[in-house]
């Protein structure tokens, strides 16, 4: 049996699931990341050979305060059906992948029937027997924003603790890339904007007007620029100092 054909969300796709804070520098960019997904799938699945596996995330902007408010989206996939999955959610209160989604903690199931967290609804939903499963959590710093999961091995044993063990250094693997990500966000972030305003400063202005030159030139469009002038800016920052001034600035950008 070759390789399994894994599936991952595009870029455009996965930015809502790194709408995330990380306080603390870098290593792989945003577009390397769909097939960095799908690598960790393939890898977990040499190490551990599985009829299916999947990369589920959170969105952090859309996390309610309830698991039952909360949605896990299929971001990575492999297995019958992997490609109609990405995109698909399933909430944080139901199934194993929702478990370990809230206690934090690694699972092993293997009698399906007889397990409280499983849910037979995805299956009926998606033609699916499963026969067991491993899963583990995904962290950013010491939150859990996703889960890392192994659907019925290959040679149809039960999953084991050392199979476990192995998918948590996938999982922290995963963890570490993309927190080493919103790192390089947060400094590509950081030099495109004024420190006391937090507008998109010169340089930032100049690469975008370029880009959008070159896109009307292409497409045959046009561009327009809109000039605000303030008028007796300077003695705001005269009387009251460049704080205020920055202040003033800023809430012209919010416009």
């Keep these: 049996m070759g390789p399994p054909e894994v599936f991952s969300l595009p870029v455009g796709d996965l930015e809502p699931f790194l709408d995330r804070k990380r306080y603390s520098a870098f290593a792989m960019s945003q577009l390397q990341l769909p097939s960095f997904l799908s690598e960790v799938l393939r890898k977990a699945n040499d190490f551990v050979p599985s009829v299916a596996g999947s990369i589920l995330m959170d969105r952090p902007v859309e996390r309610g305060d309830t698991p039952a408010d909360t949605n896990l989206y299929f971001v990575a996939a492999f297995g019958p059906s992997a490609s109609a999955l990405l995109g ?5 209160d139901r199934g194993v992948v929702g478990h370990v989604y809230r206690t934090g903690e690694p699972y ?4 399906p029937e007889s397990d409280p967290n499983f849910y037979p609804k995805f299956d009926e939903d998606h033609e699916f027997r499963t026969a067991g499963v491993v899963a583990v959590p995904v962290r950013i710093e010491r939150t859990v924003c996703g889960v890392l999961e192994l659907l019925n091995r290959s040679d149809g044993m039960p999953y084991t603790d050392r199979n476990m063990q192995m998918l948590e250094i996938f999982a922290r693997y995963t963890s570490i890339s993309i927190e080493n990500l919103l790192d390089a966000q947060r400094a590509t972030e950081m030099a495109r904007r004024d420190d006391l ?3 998109y400063n010169d340089r930032f202005f100049h690469h975008r007007l370029s880009e959008d030159l070159i896109r009307a030139d292409v497409t045959r469009s046009t561009v327009a620029l809109l000039f605000l002038d303030i008028d007796n800016f300077k003695s705001v920052n005269d009387t009251h100092g460049h704080l ?3 202040q003033v600035l800023k809430e012209f950008g919010y416009l």
Excluded at 88 to 92: E, G, I, S, T
Excluded at 108 to 111: F, G, I, S, V
């Design 197 to 199: 305003t937090g507008l």
């Design 88 to 92: 698909k959610n399933l909430r944080a």
């Design 108 to 111: 092993l199931m293997a009698d």
């Design 244 to 246: 205020a001034g920055s």
